[in-house]
């Protein structure tokens, strides 16, 4: 059976119904993450005092990896835009920069946890580390999903593309509005736990 | 909403945030001694003027991409 509305957009909703279907799922993600800073900002404004950011955690490493996760939009859009462009090698090159940023983002962030965990900071130590934990956690869970869907649209994924090249930039087009949402939460999550 | 201007506004967001982490270094600089802080940032800032030009120049060349 063939999936209908992949290349052409329907008449009523003006889009693809994969374009349809990832906005739809960012919109959940929205609400997602919109709970859980609602949470962080219910129980900061509650307790009587509350760490400063930069006193508990390693805010050069985060500014790191900040700079990592906006390289990695960089790199993902012109994944995007050489398939656009029917440079199917230059969107392979791009992709996999892509990968290796999510990598490094893990790997940073895991050097981060392990200090944490070996200072004794743990989620149960107060309410500050429990919202860091829960926040970041999910942001790399985020980011580890984005980066398996990239590596299947990098390998056995892109097999698609001989056969129809106009589906598979949309499947691409569409991990990368995902990539950008997570980035997007970074962007939020920085200067919220680190900074302020 | 395409990738393209999805990608222009995170650009957008992400200079808006190096302005608020090069205020927060100057802020932390006036409290701290060391010329770190002052270092970072300037870079921050200059990060940000970086960010902003090359939003317009990728909005510009792929304005063709829809």
């Known amino acids: 059976m063939e999936i209908p509305y992949t290349v052409e957009v329907r008449r009523d909703t003006g889009l693809t119904n994969g374009k349809i279907g990832i906005w739809l799922f960012l919109a959940s993600e929205v609400m997602l993450f919109g709970a ?40 993902m859009v012109m994944a995007w835009a050489s398939l656009m462009r029917r440079r199917f090698e230059t969107y392979r090159i791009y992709m996999g920069l892509t990968i290796l940023c999510g990598l490094a983002f893990l790997v940073i962030k895991y050097f981060e946890y392990s200090a944490h965990f070996h200072e004794g900071a743990l989620p149960s130590t107060n309410n500050f580390l429990a919202i860091y934990f829960t926040l970041t956690g999910l942001h790399g869970l985020h980011v580890a999903g984005g980066m398996a869907v990239n590596a299947y649209f990098w390998g056995p994924g892109a097999k698609l593309y001989k056969t129809n090249p106009v589906w598979f930039t949309n499947r691409v087009e569409h991990a990368g509005l995902f990539w950008h949402f997570v980035d997007l939460v970074w962007i939020f999550l920085f200067p919220t736990l680190y900074l302020l | 909403m395409n990738l393209r201007l999805v990608h222009a506004m995170l650009i957008g967001f992400s200079a808006a945030l190096a302005v608020l982490f090069g205020l927060w270094c100057l802020n932390r600089y006036g409290q701290e001694d060391g010329v770190g802080r002052l270092i970072a940032a300037i870079a921050a800032f200059a990060m940000s003027f970086g960010l902003v030009a090359y939003d317009r120049w990728f909005l510009r060349k792929t304005r063709t991409l829809r």
């Open chain 1, 36 to 75: 859980l800073f609602a949470s962080y900002i219910l129980i900061r404004t509650g307790a009587p005092t509350w760490p400063r950011g930069d006193t508990m955690l390693n805010v050069p490493l985060a500014t790191v990896n900040t700079i990592v996760l906006i390289s990695s939009s960089v790199t």
